[in-house]
């Protein structure tokens, strides 16, 4: 995946320095070299981090709130990224004034967004001590004393933690209706 990343942030690098020298779009000038500039600084860090064998991986457990926030938080900071170009390239002094002002108050924005994404993904439940064999366990018991609802809360906690083609998610998925259907047929 990474290598991927690479090779895309390696030719937009690559079409923004042609661009660039071509003078295209000349009206753009500024905006181009700022595109030149944030290109090659992430094709360099992404070519460190594959020199490095960094992999970055995202977990596949986040829901509709924490993408949310994620998305929220990369607008802030192309928005925040752009009027910083701007109030850097601005002359007239009580608009560069705004501008900075705008951008502190983007920054406290995004500061608080950061603490609400961190407090949203974290996992506050006394289960994230367990191991997927002891929460197994603990989901068996609570099915054998008829907690159907505990049972399935932490079959489901452990059936993400796998990946969707997985055996063993499929496994869970047939505790979890089994127990459902003795649930239905004891009401």
């Known amino acids: 995946m990474s290598n991927y990343f ?24 500024e905006v181009r070299k700022a595109v030149l500039y944030i290109s090659f600084g992430i094709f360099i860090g992404s070519l460190f981090g594959a020199l490095n064998s960094i992999n970055i991986t995202i977990a596949k457990s986040y829901g509709l709130i924490q993408i949310a926030l994620i998305i929220v938080l990369l607008i802030i900071v192309v928005v925040l990224s752009i009027l910083s170009f701007i109030a850097i390239r601005i002359n007239d002094k009580p608009k560069r004034q705004e501008l900075w002002n705008a951008l502190i108050v983007g920054i406290i924005v995004l500061v608080f967004i950061i603490i609400a994404l961190g407090i949203s993904t974290g996992d506050h439940n006394a289960d994230s001590e ?17 907690e ?26 047939k505790k979890i209706k089994k127990i459902k259907q003795e649930m239905a047929s004891e009401f």
Not at 130 to 146: Q, V
Not at 153 to 165: D, F, G, P, Q, S
Request: charged share 30%; net charge positive.
């Open 6 to 29: 690479t090779y895309i942030s390696g030719i937009v690098a690559v079409l923004s320095f042609i661009m660039q020298i071509r003078d295209v779009f000349p009206a753009h000038r």
């Open 130 to 146: 367990f191991s997927i064999n002891e929460i197994m366990i603990i989901a068996g018991e609570n099915y054998k004393k008829k």
């Open 148 to 173: 159907y609802e505990r049972a399935i809360k932490l079959y489901e906690r452990v059936k993400y933690k796998y990946y969707e083609n997985d055996p063993r998610r499929q496994s869970i998925d």
